[in-house]
């Protein structure tokens, strides 16, 4: 019991890869690989509702940390650790991981490699969220493109080639100056680990040379080497490009995790690394990651609108709901230490937890209509809704949910979010207000092509007549939905705990 007790983290961290490992070993029988990656996703989630119940919302820093030597001679260290923030994103991961992998029981193709990557993916993501050694969380952030990349690659659609090539070239060619920001502030101070980096980093006199260099223009190349790397797995405009043509070619529940969780990774790295180690940085440039914001906010609702593909309509839907995140994230930088900067960045953690349940909801949707129809064409559907009323409903409540209807889970947080920003980013803020009109017309729009209209008789006879969602499709929806109307009608159950770290944080 007490392995159990204080090593919480690394069962959490590591059972995912463990399992991949063990299907190695598993009998070419498709059924029980399917069964065996289901269960084992399982596990990371019941046991994340055990470290949910044992976290102490009241106590302050990183709880339930691991700490041991992974690299001496650089000092770099195995060290994880939660938070309020972190504990959010884990939560969604592990929850989000089995539903995926729920969905992708209609694959036939190659199960087991399949399977196996899900379940190192789910290693990749989680170890970036628990990380407290910046070279570790350098490792998990690469780990996690490999599995995703060659689910895109081998699994996805026609074009999947070219839109593995650009995610993998995008995140990677990002990640550069990352890589080498993080190298420098181990050499500087002698550790990698973020806790002392906090204070180390910050504590340097404005008139310190380094490299030549005043301390001041150090940290500025260093701030954007690490924002520039973030900006692209978010996406932020102008970097958001390679984001539609991976979701379109992913395998449905690729797209699930790629905008459920992947991209919140480069958000997450924004409020556990840029904000901490660049409050002066992150105010003097809180403008300019204000107006990448406010351009994904607007582009990402007009490219949605302008699409005929079911699945790139979402995915620009996704530029459009991050670009709130991040305007947030830029609203708190500027104001730090004020309630608008706490309400801000607690919107903007509540955001990425939000979107991930409706994206994956909606990338799913898109997937059940695709594996009947065989087209994301909007233009070949119309007046579905007499022919498939549950697969309807449950569109339309999804919908509304990333519309962000009263009630559903999406309201609270841009409501926070626009709340927080409004007094520092007055004029952003306001500009943004018409990507957020533009998001009830792509939305509208999707649910008319799709479910209302004249029927397209095309799918209501033959061999072509379309079938209502079964009951497996049912079971990935319904954690999905139950958890957008509790967090819609209730949203304390975690705020709680994201609010106690971000005013503890800022």
Do not use: C
């Not at 350098?138 to 839109?163: H, K």
């Not at 092509?449 to 969602?469: C, D, Q, R, S």
Request: aromatic share 14%; proline share 4%; hydrophobic share 55%.
């Amino acid at each position: 019991m007490d392995f159990f007790s204080t090593h919480l983290l690394s069962l959490i961290l590591f059972l995912p890869a463990i399992s991949a490992v063990i299907m190695l070993f598993l009998p070419s029988d498709a059924r029980l690989q399917r069964w065996f990656a289901f269960s084992a996703s399982l596990i990371p989630f019941i046991l994340t509702l055990v470290l949910w119940n044992r976290f102490d919302a009241n106590a302050t820093g990183f709880q339930f940390q691991e700490k041991y030597t992974w690299y001496a001679a650089i000092n770099a260290s195995f060290h994880v650790g939660v938070d309020g923030i972190s504990l959010a994103m884990v939560f969604l991961t592990t929850f989000l991981t089995p539903l995926a992998i729920l969905a992708s029981f209609s694959v036939t193709d190659r199960v087991k490699p399949y399977m196996m990557l899900f379940l190192f993916l789910e290693t990749g993501m989680l170890g970036v969220f628990l990380a407290l050694d910046l070279l570790i969380f350098f490792v998990f952030w690469e780990i996690g493109l490999v599995p995703m990349y060659f689910l895109i690659n081998q699994w996805g659609s026609a074009n999947r080639d070219y839109a593995s090539l650009k995610f993998m070239i995008y995140t990677m060619g990002g990640s550069l100056g990352l890589l080498l920001a993080v190298q420098m502030l181990g050499v500087l101070f002698g550790t990698y680990d973020l806790l002392a980096l906090y204070q180390q980093w910050n504590s340097l006199s404005a008139d310190t040379i380094l490299m030549g260099m005043t301390v001041g223009t150090v940290k500025t190349i260093a701030f954007w080497a690490f924002a520039i790397a973030f900006a692209v797995k978010v996406p932020l405009w102008p970097f958001h490009t390679w984001l539609p043509d991976a979701h379109t070619e992913a395998p449905t529940a690729g797209s699930m995790i790629l905008a459920g969780v992947l991209l919140k990774l480069g958000a997450y790295g924004f409020i556990r690394l840029v904000l901490p180690l660049y409050p002066l940085e992150a105010k003097i440039f809180a403008g300019a990651l204000a107006v990448l914001a406010v351009g994904a906010i607007v582009f990402g609702a007009f490219g949605s609108f302008g699409q005929t593909d079911f699945k790139r309509l979402v995915a620009y839907s996704s530029v459009n709901h991050m670009g709130f995140v991040v305007l947030g994230i830029a609203a708190a930088g500027l104001a730090a230490g004020t309630a608008d900067a706490q309400i801000a960045m607690s919107g903007a953690v509540l955001q990425m937890f939000n979107h991930g349940l409706s994206a994956a909801g909606m990338f799913f949707l898109v997937g059940v209509i695709y594996e009947r129809t065989h087209t994301r064409n909007l233009d070949e559907f119309g007046g579905l809704f007499p022919l498939v009323p549950i697969y309807g409903g449950i569109l339309i409540f999804t919908s509304m949910a990333s519309l962000g209807l009263p009630g559903l889970n999406g309201f609270v947080s841009e409501f926070m979010i626009v709340r927080g920003s409004y007094q520092p980013l007055t004029i952003y803020t306001a500009i943004s207000m018409l990507g957020l009109l533009f998001t009830g017309a792509y939305i509208l729009k999707g649910i008319k092509k799709v479910l209302h209209g004249p029927m397209n008789e095309h799918w209501a006879h033959g061999e072509h007549k379309l079938t209502e969602i079964n009951l497996r499709e049912i079971l990935v929806m319904v954690p999905l939905m139950a958890l957008m109307l509790f967090t819609g009608l209730w949203p304390m159950w975690i705020l709680n705990i994201i609010n106690k770290a971000v005013t503890a944080l800022f």
